[in-house]
């Protein structure tokens, strides 16, 4: 079946560098992709979201960028902080249209910045 | 503004008895989802309301879950009864529709340990 997946579970990143996390997706009729990050004993927290129509979009310190032509999903952190020590999931929504705001999320990649 | 509420944090009980799970969205929030998050994964989706109403249900096991949103407001989720296999965190989600493309907000979820 369709399904959201990461390649690296877990990615180490000096302080002050950037971090890249990417994501794989198998469905093409996705409309809308999403990054979550998840600190330890919390819920989801919206990071960032982009449309199929769109390539990059630019948020504070966070950039997304869609490839649709193979099906690749990628969240840049600018300038890692300690805080964003947590773990990210990709999700999409939209390949089924009665499913309305329907999110499938990836299997999640941790980030662990080093001081 | 307060964000989504979610009762109890932790439970703990023994395999075959019952639990409940209580959440209340963000007010004004009209879809409420209950997601299942297994550790190390993704959250998935059990149940979507559109008011009190369920709109997809698809992925709840119905032979031990069940849920309620009786006043299109809080809702409740149940496990009767519980096996091993479903320890795991159960996050509740608000969003202002449920429209494609809108922000899911979710509650820091309740940790469930069958014993």
């Known amino acids: 079946g369709e399904s959201v997946g990461l390649h690296l579970p877990t990615l180490s990143v000096q302080e002050g560098d950037n971090s890249i996390i990417n994501c794989a997706y198998s469905n093409s009729a996705s409309d809308y992709f999403i990054w979550y990050k998840q600190e330890s004993g919390k819920g989801p927290q919206f990071i960032i979201d982009?449309?199929?129509?769109?390539d990059k979009r630019q948020g504070q310190r966070v950039t997304v960028l869609l490839n649709k032509t193979v099906k690749h999903l990628s969240l840049q952190i600018a300038a890692t902080q300690p805080g964003d020590s947590a773990v990210y999931f990709c999700a999409e929504a939209g390949s089924i249209k009665a499913a309305g705001n329907k999110l499938t999320f990836g299997g999640g990649t941790r980030v662990l910045v080093k001081p | 503004e307060a964000g989504v509420v979610q009762s109890p944090r932790y439970k703990i009980i023994e395999k075959k008895q019952p639990v409940a799970f209580w959440c209340n969205p963000i007010s004004g929030h009209n879809t409420l989802y209950w997601y299942l998050q297994n550790l190390g994964q993704g959250p998935e989706l059990l149940i979507r309301?559109?008011?009190?109403?369920?709109?997809?249900d698809s992925q709840l096991p119905k032979d031990r879950f069940s849920a309620e949103r009786l006043k299109g407001v809080d809702s409740t989720l149940k496990i009767q009864p519980a096996e091993l296999g479903d320890s795991a965190v159960y996050l509740c989600a608000s969003s202002l529709t449920g429209h494609l493309g809108e922000t899911q907000y979710f509650g820091p979820g309740t940790r469930l340990l069958v014993l």
């Open positions: 982009i449309r199929s129509n769109m």
């Open positions: 309301y559109e008011n009190e109403e369920a709109v997809d």
